[in-house]
């Protein structure tokens, strides 16, 4: 197949032409210009409001969803191609065998929102209350929100005098970092406050950079609340002391951000946030108390549940779930602790994944992506418009029209997220507090976004970061490698001594499915389950024990 | 008016947008290459286009010239033996050696494309500019050079 062209989009090329859309990966919202010719080329509107003619390397690569030569364009089943008479047929069967309190539905991101509303009505139409989100990546928990924050505009954000950025945004939102700088450099008296427990490269811009212990970024957060509004009744010395930080240290932030119109901005990765909720509710505290705007930089936003993930998790091992139609996203094969549940039951998905390299129980059907659709999107700053660059594969079918013919076609509206007092948020913040303490563990592994684009990472998924003072503690020379081993799972990596991890950190990328493995699963009641940071165990592999082969790839 | 490609090393984030668009137009090989100066510093490293371009130099069948008008550095790929002697006569190691269509990669400051380069273009901080020469000489800095920033480099 020429320059990688997909099967099922053969001859549907001529009839195409620039279309103007927005990125669909983040929510900052980017308009971008979509051409197809030879290949579906990204081009840059420099008259677009939010991103000025810029977009990042996800933005930039996110044609090639559109005619990925691995794209799912018949059904699955058992990992074998069907066709959409036997799928329906095992949709229709899975539904016949079980009670409707055995049936579980669940949607993801991917969706749009109409969408969302005739899975739900499909949900109700079956008389199931098993409504699950299956988007459980933390930072769908910015959607929990505290009374009384505002949220930010981009002007905002430009004439910020303080930032204070929580987690890594640069990362996530790449674009969003364009306005951030410009901030940072446009007065000599403006300041940027970076909380972290990796110094990424956006901590290379602060001002002031707070290197927490992992996982405790809440705490520092509940500190600096503390030092700004002391009737909250919170021992900053205690928080001080459980962040890693210094006392004075979270006053000098309270102070800057009390100085003039600020701005707090908050991101979150897997594998580097224990509580995302309270994160959520903390960097929204800091920002009522100081008076300054907030966001949450996230990946999508996706309607809450009305049964939360890990309940629903909890049935299928008690096999209270047999039959379970997911919609979207598909993070059984995401996440790989989630995958033998998914094997336990009659399992349909509809999907507009690529073809998955595991095969993946039960059966998965294709569908639109969100570039081949017409919808109205969410962004950090309003609404945006998507418009269809492409035709979806000739085998897809939309979502509306698979559920119209499993039940009655109906559309409701999704569940709402909570929202909190500012006591409440104070009050579930230091019940965790009660709980924190330093694990016996011999490493932290924490996850970090890398940068990723066209045609892979630019940056190693089979590196781990490590400081130089473990990495001459443990002998490490730059050729040799390193198991890691979490009570989860273990995998070997190539090693990279630097400074941005502190003693006894480990870092390692988490879009890798073998990474993310490393991770073991934890519930958490609202966000469904939580990857926090693991405790991990290391042992050198010398470059003599390695197999001929694998030195040869090494090396090239 | 001729222009010229600037870095703002105080602006990069080193997010690499620039080699995602500059791969998305050239078939997933980048002519933009990134170089590590520490934990949280990374240089991008677009070809500088030199007055006395030494890759045009070593080229033993013309096939790279300097375009004096434009003030552009071309290669004609089409008669690229794809012998490498530009990528080791390249001082500043920009020129991919990788010779996967039997040439190598030579940046072209997208000539194809009238809003500019493709990597300055998206470049979400605006860290790599497309700039007058005239402003540059304002700026005082040349192509390739790292502007220092008024409010002092960052670590």
């Known amino acids: 197949m020429a320059n990688g062209e997909s099967p099922c989009r053969a001859g549907s090329r001529a009839a195409m032409k620039a279309v103007r859309t927005t990125c669909p990966f983040c929510l900052n919202g980017c308009e971008s210009i979509v051409t197809a010719g030879y290949q579906y080329r990204m081009e840059y509107p420099t008259d677009a409001v939010v991103n000025r003619g810029r977009l990042c390397p996800r933005g930039n690569s996110a044609s090639i969803v559109v005619d990925h030569p691995r794209r799912l364009a018949y059904p699955l089943l058992d990992g074998k191609e069907v066709g959409w008479d036997q799928a329906m047929a095992y949709c229709r069967e899975a539904l016949v065998g079980s009670e409707p309190s055995e049936i579980a539905v669940v949607y993801s991101r991917g969706l749009a929102h109409e969408e969302i509303g005739s899975v739900c009505g499909f949900a109700s139409a079956l008389g199931t209350s098993n409504l699950v989100c299956g988007y459980v990546e933390p930072d769908n928990c910015f959607q929990v929100r505290l009374a009384g924050v505002r949220a930010a505009t981009l002007d905002d954000v430009r004439k910020a005098k303080t930032t204070l950025l929580v987690g890594d945004v640069f990362s996530t939102s790449p674009v969003a970092a364009g306005p951030i700088t410009e901030a940072r450099y446009a007065d000599r008296k403006n300041r940027m406050v970076v909380i972290d427990s990796v110094k990424t490269r956006q901590a290379g811009f602060a001002h002031l950079f707070l290197q927490v212990k992992p996982g405790t970024e809440v705490f520092c957060l509940l500190g600096i609340a503390g030092s700004l509004d002391r009737s909250l009744g919170v021992d900053v010395a205690r928080c001080a002391v459980a962040a890693g930080v210094e006392e004075r240290q979270l006053s000098d932030v309270a102070q800057m951000l009390a100085n003039g119109p600020g701005f707090v901005g908050s991101a979150m990765h897997l594998g580097r946030v224990a509580h995302p909720v309270q994160h959520s509710l903390m960097s929204q505290l800091v920002a009522t108390e100081s008076g300054a705007t907030f966001n949450g930089f996230g990946e999508a936003r996706v309607p809450f549940g009305k049964l939360s993930f890990s309940e629903f998790r909890g049935r299928v091992r008690a096999g209270g779930v047999r039959a379970v139609f997911w919609f979207g996203g598909l993070y059984p094969y995401s996440y790989p602790g989630v995958m033998p549940e998914a094997a336990k039951v009659r399992f349909s998905a509809v999907s507009s994944i690529f073809r998955p390299d595991v095969p993946l129980p039960g059966l998965v059907l294709p569908a639109a992506s969100e570039l081949e659709k017409e919808s109205v999107g969410e962004s950090y700053w309003g609404e945006v418009g998507r418009h269809p660059v492409a035709e979806p594969p000739s085998g897809a079918r939309p979502v509306p029209a698979i559920l119209a013919e499993l039940a009655q076609a109906r559309t409701e509206e999704a569940p709402s997220a909570p929202t909190l007092s500012e006591p409440e948020a104070v009050q579930v913040t230091l019940a965790t507090l009660e709980g924190a303490g330093p694990g016996p563990a011999e490493f932290t592994l924490v996850g970090e976004k890398r940068a990723i684009g066209i045609g892979g990472f630019y940056e190693s998924e089979e590196q781990v970061s490590v400081s130089p003072a473990d990495s001459a503690q443990l002998g490490l020379s730059g050729t040799d490698d390193l198991l890691v081993e979490s009570t989860a799972g273990s995998a070997r990596f190539h090693v990279k001594s630097t400074a941005a991890v502190p003693p006894g950190v480990l870092a390692v990328g988490v879009n890798a499915h073998r990474n993310r493995a490393l991770f073991p699963l934890a519930d958490d009641p609202v966000s469904g389950i939580a990857m926090p940071p693991a405790a991990a165990r290391v042992t050198k592999v010398p470059a003599a024990e390695r197999s001929p082969a694998e030195n040869i790839a090494r090396a090239e | ?155």
Do not use: W
Not at chain 2, 31 to 55: F, G, K, Q, S, W
């Open chain 2, 1 to 155: 008016m001729a222009k010229r490609l600037t870095v703002r090393l105080d602006l990069c984030i080193g997010c690499r947008a620039c080699a995602a668009a500059c791969r998305s137009r050239f078939k997933n090989e980048a002519r933009i290459r990134y170089a590590e100066l520490n934990e949280t510093v990374d240089v991008p490293m677009p070809c500088r286009h030199c007055a006395d371009a030494l890759c045009a130099a070593a080229c033993p069948f013309e096939v790279i010239k300097r375009d004096e008008q434009g003030g552009v550095v071309r290669q004609a790929t089409f008669h690229c033996v794809g012998c490498r002697s530009c990528a080791l006569a390249c001082p500043f190691g920009v020129i991919d050696t990788n010779l996967l269509r039997d040439a190598t990669q030579k940046c072209s400051l997208c000539n194809d494309r009238p809003e500019g380069p493709r990597c300055a273009t998206t470049c979400p901080t605006g860290a790599l500019q497309f700039i007058e020469e005239e402003k540059l000489a304002e700026k005082r800095s040349g192509v390739g050079f790292v502007v220092r920033s008024l409010h002092g480099r960052r670590q």
